[in-house]
């Protein structure tokens, strides 16, 4: 059992909050059918930044009911804490004294010192017991119910919480298929990924986070919910207000936006499931160029506004392609892609690969930060929007061009990272392109020509 609930930031809940917890608590297990005596068995699968935080908050809110609830959280064994992250940990460790407290109590404090000393190594799974995520080890969290056997996590979990990469979690869940293939009952998925895949045969289309688990697990779509917002997962868990959506369908969605609001975290609730999702994905496209911008332009406002008016008018381009409604799309896609350009890791990763600080060579698995999904959804989006049973009329040459052609800003990421055709001061030489069409032109092209492309979500014509 995870030991004592002592989060970093967190005072202990007042009674009142206690008594509201157990009774968000009792109503789920009711509503899932638990008797007493059953547990609610709760597990997050990957321990990236917003999996931990995620699992985390729920081990705050509920972890002290264990006759009602388990929570845990899977992540693969075996990697390894280079020495420079074990001694950046300790410092972290020495600077809490709360944090220093709950390890020296729960004996723990040593192999940390062993490890500042190089006497021994330190691994992933071990640290995030202790509430260590690798991914933000500058925000502890509270201790954690940690497995690393994938089989032991999932295969009587009521609620799995998927908080793997969008490139990872086809795979992973294809291999906990052969695990519930005995099961009765079946299970609730949450997805947390940002991400997407593009499919191009037999007919060009987008493939999602929940699409991919319903195509690995067979589990119906009606049990596979996302949840997605403007959110930094260390701010979530310092208690910075916030708030989320959670979309899918009624069935689950109600009662589960109940059970995981919480006082500085709104959750609302939605029908759109897929669209929530691209949008979430396709802002951390422009998330990465918004870094380079920023690093090549040392900080300009100007610059950077420049971008963001170019970014934007791209974004709502492609959700006019995306969706009958895109006006009911603005807020929250804006709102994300802001919080991801002042704070993100996709924009932290255009900034250090502009100033050469990383190079492309390394991947997008960056040590310290997890994966930059930003990535492979350009890739997608680039591929995508390239295909020519897509093709818009362009307004100016007024002939059918492929939709990628009306997004320079796009073209010339894929360029940059995908290709490598070029540099990244390429961007700045795109923006600065006196044949570069007013924004403005390209948001009234969209919002003046039949652009929904049904099939491009799954939906029919």
Known sequence: MVGSIESAQNKPYSNGAHNGFEQKLDELRKFIGKSEGDLLKIVGIGAGAWGSVFAALLQDSYGQFRDKIQIRIWRRPGKPLDKHTSEHLFEVINSREDVLRRLIRRCAYLKYVEARLGDRTLYADE????????????????????VTNLQEAVWDADIVINGLPSTETREVFEEIRKYWKERISVPVIISLAKGIEAELEPSPRIITPTQMIHRATGVPIENILY???????????????????????????????????????????????????????????????????????????????????????????????????????????????????????????????????????????????????????????????????????????????????????????????????????????????????????????????????????????
């Open 127 to 146: 640290i995030l017991k202790d509430g260590f995520c690798l991914n933000m080890i500058d925000t502890p969290l509270c201790p954690m119910k940690v």
């Open 227 to 461: 949840l997605g917002g403007p959110n930094i997962a260390s701010e979530i868990y310092n208690k910075e207000y916030a708030n989320a959506r959670i979309c899918g369908a009624d069935k689950w969605r109600v009662p589960l936006a109940k059970f995981l609001r919480q006082p500085q975290f709104t959750v609302w609730d939605n029908s759109d499931i897929i669209t929530h999702e691209v949008m979430g994905g396709l802002k951390n496209v422009y998330a990465i160029g918004a870094g380079m911008v920023a690093a090549l332009t040392n900080e300009s406002a100007t610059g950077k506004s420049v971008y963001f008016a170019h970014c934007t008018s791209e974004m709502i381009f492609i959700t006019h392609l995306l969706t009958e409604e895109p006006e009911k799309l603005a807020g929250p896609l804006l709102a994300d892609t802001y919080v991801t350009l002042l704070k993100g890791r996709n924009s932290w990763y255009g900034h250090m690969i502009a100033k050469g600080h990383l190079s492309l060579d390394m991947g997008d698995i960056i040590s310290g930060k997890g994966t930059i999904q930003g990535v492979s959804a350009i890739k997608a989006f680039y591929e995508l929007l390239s295909q020519a049973s897509l093709n818009v009329l362009h307004p100016e040459a007024k002939k059918p061009v492929a939709p990628v052609e009306l997004c320079p800003i796009l073209k010339i990421l894929y360029k940059i990272l995908i290709t490598r055709e070029q540099g990244p001061q390429a961007i700045l030489q795109a923006l600065r392109d006196e044949n570069l069409n007013d924004p403005r032109d390209r948001i009234e092209l969209a919002q003046t020509h039949a652009f929904y492309r049904p099939s491009l979500l799954g939906h029919n014509s």
